[in-house]
Nanobody, 126 residues
Framework: QLHLVESGGGLVQAGGSLRLSCAAS????????LGWFRQVPGQEREFVAA????????FVADTVKGRFTFSKENAKNTAWLQMNNLKPEDTARYYC???????????????????WGQGTQVTVSS
């Protein structure tokens, strides 16, 4: 069974950077698409980014395009979300998730992911 653990969240000023990690155990992440979602209390989980099995293709939401980068290293069974030029509206709990297969049209929907981490909080102060 795949187990995901996120880390790297924290408090940062607007314009700053954070690097979130998603460490996997139990199975190799080379078998999965991975995604990052974020959620603010009272709101639905929002798609942030996704990456293919090999890591060769990555996708980011328009809201973070040009600021966030998603990468993975299958040999380390770890993925990272590099977040630059953070804004207060990026404040949320960030979750890593895994899916068996995704299309570009389906990767934005949380229901298509079967394994989730517990999340890590990111707070951006203005």
């Amino acid at each position: 069974q795949l187990h995901l653990v996120e880390s790297g969240g924290g408090l940062v000023q607007a314009g700053g950077s954070l690097r979130l990690s998603c460490a996997a155990s139990g199975r190799s992440i080379s078998r999965y698409y991975l995604g990052w979602f974020r959620q603010v209390p009272g709101q639905e989980r929002e798609f942030v980014a996704a990456i293919s099995w090999s890591g060769g293709r990555s996708f980011v939401a328009d809201t973070v395009k040009g600021r966030f980068t998603f990468s993975k290293e299958n040999a380390k069974n770890t993925a990272w979300l590099q977040m630059n030029n953070l804004k207060p509206e990026d404040t949320a709990r960030y979750y890593c998730a895994a899916a068996d297969a995704l299309l570009e049209s389906t990767m934005r929907f949380a229901r298509n992911y079967h394994s989730w981490g517990q999340g890590t909080q990111v707070t951006v102060s203005s």
